[in-house]
């Protein structure tokens, strides 16, 4: 009866974000057909939504094209790499309070461990071993050079993530991502949610931006920059090898938006539910509705941003990182500190 | 009893057999038709010239090596902010003074200019009244039918 519990939740949760992934996608591509006034696929099935289908299907019957002159089990192991830490950083993602349901409580979440945020970040910064990896093994030269830049590029923004999210944690005092969501869910000044957000803007304005820059979205895609790189780490990549990535990169989407709602934007609170007198059943209900709302727009910000600002030049994605973002984190903790103590 | 890692055990191992059952299936159902030009390495097109396994860039190296102190530093601050709140104005200092050391190493880091990387500098053509666009290649044109007249 113990293990059914964590095998039900794992198992949905797996669901749930391999389908958002999967429709992620469509959305990407009909977002973008809309900005630059395009169509974008509605062919497959009504409005395009089993295009996702088709895809994965198409990826399925692809050969696999692996150079002779690459590594090959390096190369295999890559695109593994990236998929599995893409989707494991969820176990630690609270989604909704603690919801009573068959006479029992279920916590909505995976794994409630006390170094929650810890284990996010051992977990994110493992993902540039699958790019670097994959650079390397293809004994290619754009590929070579994709996964250089990526893993010079996640480093640098690692430390601005790291450093951010250290004014979370002096607030919230705990390194548990459930408590530092309970946290926010008291008032400033009686009508403002104390989302970290409020408190924390410029935090918040480092981390989100150093997000983008580890999961490789533009304006910071520059280990794939297609013009110069061809595809960067993933060149010599075919057929299913190739869609790992491509899941990953969306399953890494999906992970910084859970990771930013929770840390930022108040995780699964509902602000002011609990003045409407529904049961305790719809209000948990609620929660985990408005933990996949916040997900959601965090999302279509993550697609908006991608088709509307332009990429980075390699010097200046190293200066903003190592010359704006990192005072500007520590900037953040000291004057989190300051206010704190005052 | 399974502990909260355990379930994050179970998390990893699911997700393992998902993703390498996505390769398994793939492998079953994919063609394989492979010859030597398929398999050589991409380059344009062209025949691959020389390795790719070749020495890099020292700047890479040097920002994993101030990466390094910098995440030690990081990790340092983890524990110090979890206790902030009831540690007071000494803990602040301390982790002050902290951050002014590690903020000269990294001055120095800059001041050497071991952050800055190889920037381009196009020569853009400019627009001169009377004359036209000039741009420098235009100028070595020139320069050259004189010397030839």
């Known amino acids: 009866m113990n293990i059914i519990e964590p095998l039900v939740k794992i198992a949905l949760i797996l669901l749930i974000n391999l389908t958002t992934v999967a ?3 469509y959305t990407e591509r009909r977002v973008s057909a809309f900005i630059q006034n395009r169509v974008g696929p509605n062919r497959v099935g009504p409005m395009g939504l089993l295009q996702p289908v088709a895809d994965i299907v198409k990826l399925f019957f692809k050969e696999d094209i692996v150079p002779t002159a690459a590594n090959k089990f390096v190369h295999s192991l890559a695109p593994l ?15 909704g309070n603690t919801i009573h349901l068959f006479g029992r409580d279920i916590k909505l979440m995976i794994a409630d461990v006390n170094v929650g945020l810890l284990y996010l970040l051992a977990l994110s910064s493992l993902g540039v071993y699958g790019i670097t990896l994959s650079g390397w093994s293809s004994n290619n030269k754009y590929s070579l050079l994709g996964g250089l830049r990526s893993s010079a590029q996640m480093i640098s923004y690692e430390l601005s993530m790291g450093l951010s999210i250290i004014g979370v944690l002096m607030i919230a005092g705990s390194l548990q991502l459930d408590k530092i969501v309970v946290h926010q869910g008291n008032y400033l000044g009686g009508f403002l949610p104390a ?14 931006v150093a997000y983008f820059a580890e999961t490789n979205r533009l304006p910071f895609d520059l280990p794939e920059a297609e013009p110069e790189l061809v595809g960067g780490y993933h060149t010599e990549y075919s057929g299913m090898k190739f869609g790992l990535f491509f899941l990953a990169e969306y399953a890494n989407m999906i992970t910084a938006s859970a990771v930013i709602t929770t840390l930022y934007l108040g995780g699964w609170q509902f602000p002011f539910i609990e003045n409407f007198g529904f049961s305790p059943l719809a209000v948990s209900l609620l929660q985990v509705a408005a933990f996949g709302v916040k997900v959601a727009l965090v999302l279509l910000f993550f697609i908006i941003v991608r088709w509307t600002i332009p990429r980075f030049r390699y010097d200046q994605l190293m200066n903003l990182g190592w010359k704006v973002m990192l005072p500007l984190a520590v900037l953040n903790i000291i004057i989190t500190g300051f206010f704190i103590l005052v | 009893m399974l502990t909260d890692f355990g379930r994050i055990l179970i998390f990893l191992l699911i997700g393992v057999i998902f993703t390498a059952g996505g390769l398994i299936a793939s492998w079953l159902l994919r063609p394989r038709r492979p010859y030597p030009e398929k398999l050589s390495t991409y380059e344009c097109g062209e025949e691959p010239v020389g390795g790719s396994w070749v020495r890099l860039n020292v700047r890479f190296y040097v920002v994993a090596l101030i990466f390094l102190i910098f995440d030690v530093e990081v990790v340092v601050l983890f524990p110090w902010a979890v206790v902030f709140k009831n ?22 880091v800059w001041v050497k200019g071991d952050l800055d990387w190889d920037k381009p500098s196009p020569r853009l053509p400019v627009y001169v009244k009377g004359k036209g666009i000039i741009s420098e290649e235009m100028e070595r044109t020139e320069e050259k039918e004189y010397v030839s007249v």
């Open chain 1, 81 to 95: 790499i990236s998929l599995i830490v893409a989707l494991s950083t969820f176990a630690v993602i609270p989604f």
């Open chain 1, 195 to 208: 989302w970290n957000i409020f408190l924390q803007p410029l935090g918040f304005i480092t981390f989100v």
């Open chain 1, 23 to 25: 429709y992620l996608v």
């Open chain 2, 87 to 108: 540690s007071g104005m000494l803990a602040f200092l301390e982790m002050a003074v902290f951050l002014a050391i590690l903020a000269v190493g990294f001055v120095y």
